[in-house]
């Protein structure tokens, strides 16, 4: 088949495309007039037309929407009203109060942690309003440097220790 295509279209990538194209066509799935619920098409216009006719006189179509607006609006606003208590309440509910005291808990627990941080990482408030920390960043990393020193050091001598086993 793709030797009479180039023979007809030429023996480059668009007679293989015409090829591919042409079998796929072929191969496909023929076209029905059934829709896969078992409905089917309508097969002219005046099909169409009667269809339309049909439901357009069908009140289940073309319902009254300002008729079925009102009767949910006036659904809507007579749940929306309050209904009447039996007794009043003058106390609040113990629930509140006890929101209250785990507030009032979970508040005094934040300060704490913040004033906490804030002692530990010697943070100041300077005259603009924004922080600033009395630790030496360059005294830091001069820490960090010998203790790098230190570990390299360790390191090494596991190296050698580990050299000198070999030889053995």
Do not use: W
Not at 91 to 99: F, G
Not at 103 to 120: C, L, Q, V, Y
């Amino acid at each position: 088949m793709f030797l009479r295509y180039a023979e007809r279209y030429g023996g480059d990538s668009a007679s293989a495309l015409s090829m591919f194209e042409a079998e796929l066509a072929r191969q496909g799935l023929r076209p029905n007039r059934v829709f896969s619920d078992g409905t089917a098409l309508p097969t002219s216009f005046d099909d169409v037309r009667i269809l339309h006719d049909r439901h357009a006189s069908d009140p289940a179509m073309s319902p009254d929407l300002s008729a079925s607006d009102q009767q949910h609006r006036a659904t809507v606003a007579h749940s929306n009203r309050p209904a009447p208590s039996a007794h009043s309440d003058t106390s609040p509910p113990s629930l509140r109060h006890d929101v209250q005291i785990e507030g009032k808990a979970i508040r005094n627990e934040t300060a704490s942690a913040r004033s906490t941080f804030d002692r530990k990482a010697e943070i100041v408030d300077t005259a603009d309003g924004t922080l600033a920390t009395k630790k030496s960043l360059l005294k830091q990393s001069g820490k960090q440097v010998v203790d790098d020193g230190a570990a390299s050091i360790d390191n090494a001598k596991e190296v050698v220790k580990d050299l000198l086993r070999k030889d053995e």
